[in-house]
């Protein structure tokens, strides 16, 4: 899925159960990555960096 704006288009990809893996912009590339729940493991953003994320037994 793309959409375009004034200034910049952005464009998403999703997984095989809809959950977004990758946005792209005038900046970069967004990704995500996923548990086997859905839960969020870890998003790098287009400098590179990476947020890791843990849960605990109650989410």
């Known amino acids: ?3 375009s704006s004034l200034r910049t288009t952005v464009a998403w990809e999703f997984d ?3 959950r ?3 946005m792209t912009d ?3 590339v967004t990704g ?3 548990d086997t729940t859905g839960q969020v ?5 287009p ?3 990476t ?3 843990a849960y605990n037994k109650a989410g």
């Open 1 to 3: 899925m793309a959409y």
């Open 16 to 18: 095989a159960v809809g």
């Open 20 to 22: 977004p893996i990758a």
């Open 26 to 28: 005038g900046v970069g």
């Open 32 to 34: 995500w990555t996923y």
């Open 41 to 45: 493991l870890s998003e790098t953003n």
């Open 47 to 49: 400098a590179g960096a």
């Open 51 to 53: 947020i890791s994320h």
